[in-house]
């Protein structure tokens, strides 16, 4: 019999404010290695368990070997020990399986991004001086023999103490196609656009965009002053109509913010949709195509935000990597309002631009490795320095949490990773590099005696794994899972995608049962009060425990259990 005692705690929230709206702050603090060389002790304890092999494949990457029936499960060495990926702060893959599970269905798994749920919880990362970014290194045992998980993370300063920013000048562009008519949806982007508005700027300016079957500008690009009723009487006349020509909504929308485009303000496209095209160009590249010259030049982000239980996630999601923007998804008006106080602010600013980054592994240490998610985010290696190379733009108070599976070589010490960030800056477009390492003894210690945030993180990676497996790939609970059938994966550094952008979707082997990921949320939540509603508890993780319970149902599970065995989040196996 095994125990693994989640400790009191609550992960570190981090919030961008003071942009748009009051009440939002950010916040300090200090896990693991920092980039100013800090380390954290760690003791030894029972561990979560490590993810497993994927299956092979061919190309230029990582080579993971097949699933074994020993206990002995191998990855084949990769060729290279680097592993390079664009920065990714979308979380709408995250909240829209949230909204799929409540629902009383399984999320399709084709919409689970894994670095979207693990980065939907924000960390406690030191915050660096200026623009771009802090990088943290750190990392804990599993009890598979040699494996560790290995997380990066990566943070912007939030807004300056004085609150000031640039004015923003924001083009809405906002879906008002029949399919909107749904509650949940035009009626909530209509609450959401009132509140925004009464939390604006005089400075700031507004543009509203609609389409359906067609798009148009019904209301040009207006300074707030003393406009705030004429802002509010267009938000209030929306209404659904016809069909979903994103494509012409997308492009007018760029072309009215080019219009309205102000000196010295801070230019955005919000687009607010179900994203289920029909009509005129559907595919995400070319709607892209044909707003190409606006996005480039004029360097004006796409913020998507995604509404309906019926939703278009991959069209937004390409259109928000592939446009410089990120996207979030939301089902109620507290998310809205969460969405437009917090999230929203924090895309008006940029504190970086078309930023990457890069692990490099040590060959004497490491034996193997595998990156956990960002499939659609890989980025050659020889690229990390070509800065002519997409990345990801990140605003203030941003954190970016990376998790790798790590597999140590036996008896080996000394270093094993350097972790490097490059971005742009976001008004010179200058390059600039940060880098922080971590040695073999910043792994000794135990997963359930690491900080919150790595074990929020390793459990926000299990639960969507475990979802990525759909009905069918349910381990037994406190038993060691044999991996389903692997699927296909490239080659090359594991986690990292090929010419065609395939990566392993293969499962994490040993993974908690979905029941003792929801009753270690569970324990986790207990110990603070992170929303601040005096019930002793964090929303947010909560929500997560929920969730897994709804999606151990569906899996066949009892879905119940509560508070994590004992009132403390104790796990036996």
């Known amino acids: ?63 993971p070997g097949e699933q074994q029936d020993s206990k002995e499960r ?8 680097l592993s390079t990926f664009a920065l990714d702060v979308d979380t709408a893959s995250y909240g829209f399986a949230r909204r799929t599970l409540a629902a009383g269905s399984l999320p399709d798994p084709a919409t689970v991004r894994p670095e979207e749920f693990v980065n939907s919880f924000r960390q406690d990362y030191p915050r660096p001086d200026g623009d771009g970014f802090s990088v943290t290194v750190d990392g804990a045992r599993t009890d598979e023999d040699d494996w560790s998980l290995l997380r990066v993370g990566l943070a912007t300063r939030g807004d300056t103490s004085d609150g000031e920013r640039p004015p923003a000048a924001l083009t809405f562009v906002i879906d008002v196609s029949g399919s909107m008519a749904e509650p949940g949806r035009l009626d909530l982007v209509q609450e959401s656009l009132g509140t925004m508005t009464d939390q604006l700027r005089d400075d700031d300016s507004v543009a509203l965009v609609t389409f359906s079957d067609s798009a148009e500008t019904v209301l040009p690009m207006t300074r707030i002053g003393d406009h705030r009723g004429k802002v509010h009487s267009a938000v209030d006349a929306l209404e659904p109509t016809q069909s ?58 796409l913020f998507g935000v995604g509404v309906g239980s019926d939703y278009g996630d991959a069209l937004m999601e390409r259109l928000a990597d592939k446009g410089d923007g990120h996207t979030t998804y939301v089902s109620d008006a507290e998310e809205a309002r969460e969405v437009f106080c917090e999230q929203l602010p924090a895309n008006i600013e940029l504190r970086a631009r078309d930023a990457k980054a890069q692990v490099a592994f040590e060959p004497r240490t490491v034996k193997q490795f595998r990156l956990i998610g960002y499939d659609n985010r890989a980025v050659a290696d020889d690229d990390f320095r070509d800065d002519s190379v997409d990345g ?43 880098s922080n390492q971590i040695e073999s ?133």
């Not at 497993?52 to 990582?62: I, Q």
């Not at 801070?266 to 179900?274: K, P, Q």
């Not at 036996?410 to 477009?429: I, K």
Request: aromatic share 2%; net charge negative; charged share 25%.
């Open 1 to 63: 019999m095994r125990t693994w005692k989640v400790r009191r705690g609550l992960i570190g929230a981090v919030v961008a404010g003071g942009l748009l709206v009051g009440g939002c702050s950010s916040g300090d603090g200090s896990t693991g290695r920092t980039s100013d060389g800090a380390a954290k002790d760690r003791r030894g304890s029972a561990p979560l368990p490590a993810p497993g092999p994927a299956s092979p494949g061919s190309g230029d990457a990582a080579t």
């Open 74 to 81: 191998d990855f084949a060495p990769p060729p290279d020990y």
């Open 244 to 301: 979903t020509n994103l494509e012409a909504g997308v492009r007018t929308g760029y072309d009215t913010a080019v219009r309205g485009k102000r000196d010295g303000s801070t230019n955005r496209v919000v687009l607010l949709s179900d994203a289920l095209a029909n009509t005129g160009e559907t595919s995400a590249d070319g709607i892209l195509e044909r707003i190409s010259d606006a996005r480039e030049e004029h360097g004006i982000t």
């Open 392 to 434: 990801g733009e990140v605003g203030p108070g941003h954190t970016v949490t990376a998790l790798y599976a790590v597999r140590m070589r036996p008896g080996a010490s000394g270093h094993v990773a350097t972790a490097n960030v490059r971005w742009l800056d976001p008004e010179s477009r200058a390059p600039h590099e940060e």
């Open 441 to 573: 003894g910043d792994l000794e210690g135990g997963l359930s005696d690491a900080d919150d945030g790595l074990r929020t993180a390793a459990v926000a990676a299990y639960f969507a794994d475990a979802l990525r497996q759909g009905a069918s790939g349910r381990p037994d609970s406190g038993t060691t899972a044999t991996a389903p059938e692997p699927l296909s994966t490239s080659t090359g550094s594991a986690g990292s995608s090929g010419s065609d952008g395939s990566t392993s979707r293969g499962s994490l082997p040993g993974a908690p049962s979905l029941a003792e990921l929801a009753s270690i949320a569970e324990g986790l939540a207990s110990g603070g009060d992170g929303d601040g509603d005096g019930d002793g508890g964090d929303k947010a993780l909560r929500e997560l425990a929920t969730a897994v319970r709804q999606a151990d149902r569906l899996t066949g599970g009892d879905g119940g259990g509560g508070g994590g065995g004992e009132d403390e989040g104790e796990m036996k196996e």
